[in-house]
């Protein structure tokens, strides 16, 4: 079974500064999506920024990117700019076909 | 373009009692997810539809759980009797369809059980 981890429970930036999340997965499939979700205190999921696997260039939507290595299984959002609008919780997730698996999340708090 | 509508937004129970979850997703999605999400942690899937069928509910404890897609659009997902433990909270979501597109998520449903 495909699994992700997300080692850093919590992360704190200061607002206008940058911020890296980081996301390791498993899997022995070699097509396969990953996404980093935003969940506010409203619960609502927001898709941040997706990567297909088979592209190398890596994905950028205005201030959030990645850094997907492949052979490395890692997939690290970086978030610029940090407004205070970012604090959230964040996943990062893995999908292949329908199945969709998520990791256990990490915590963003901006300072202003 | 309306989103994955989910109801109710909030639920108190006793341990031991039922309660049933309601998911209207995006016109036209085929896949359907039920996602629990205890507190702290990820979201955890529980059973996917396409359409009106069962893909995955490895997960589903079906002896307390039960989730059913009529006519392959709303789902419903059932817990009886419940347990303190099942206190969480319940995400809907959908997609197009299984190769890789996106899911839309749904505002869930927190249950407490008390």
């Known amino acids: 079974a495909q699994t992700v981890t997300q080692s850093q429970p919590e992360m ?3 607002e206008a500064e940058t911020v890296t999340l980081s996301c390791t ?21 927001i898709l941040v920024i997706r990567q297909e696997a088979y592209k190398q260039q890596n994905a ?4 959030f990117s990645v850094n997907f290595q492949k052979a490395a299984k890692s997939f690290s959002l970086k978030i610029s700019d940090s407004q205070l609008g970012d604090a959230a919780m964040y996943f990062c997730a893995y999908r292949r076909g329908g199945d969709m698996r998520f990791g256990a999340g990490t915590r963003l708090t901006v300072k202003p | 373009e309306a989103g994955v509508a989910q109801s109710p937004r909030y639920k108190i129970i006793e341990k031991r009692q039922s309660v049933a979850f309601w998911c209207n997703p995006i016109s036209g999605h085929a ?11 990820g979201p955890k899937l529980l059973i996917q539809f396409q359409n009106n069928g069962v ?3 490895s997960q589903l404890p079906k002896d307390r759980f039960s989730a059913e897609r009529l006519k392959g659009v709303d789902s419903t997902l059932k817990i009886q009797p419940a347990k303190l433990e099942d206190s969480a909270v319940y995400l809907c979501a959908s997609s197009l369809g299984q190769m ?14 008390v």
Request: aromatic share 20%.
């Open chain 1, 12 to 14: 704190s930036v200061q």
């Open chain 1, 25 to 45: 997965y498993d899997t022995s499939e070699s097509d396969y999506y990953l996404f980093w979700y935003k969940q506010p205190p409203s619960r609502q999921m």
């Open chain 1, 60 to 63: 950028t939507e205005n201030r």
């Open chain 2, 31 to 41: 896949t359907l997810y039920w996602y629990q999400q205890i507190l702290g942690q």
């Open chain 2, 55 to 57: 893909v995955d509910d």
């Open chain 2, 100 to 113: 890789n597109t996106e899911a839309f998520f749904g505002q869930g449903t927190r249950l407490t059980v």
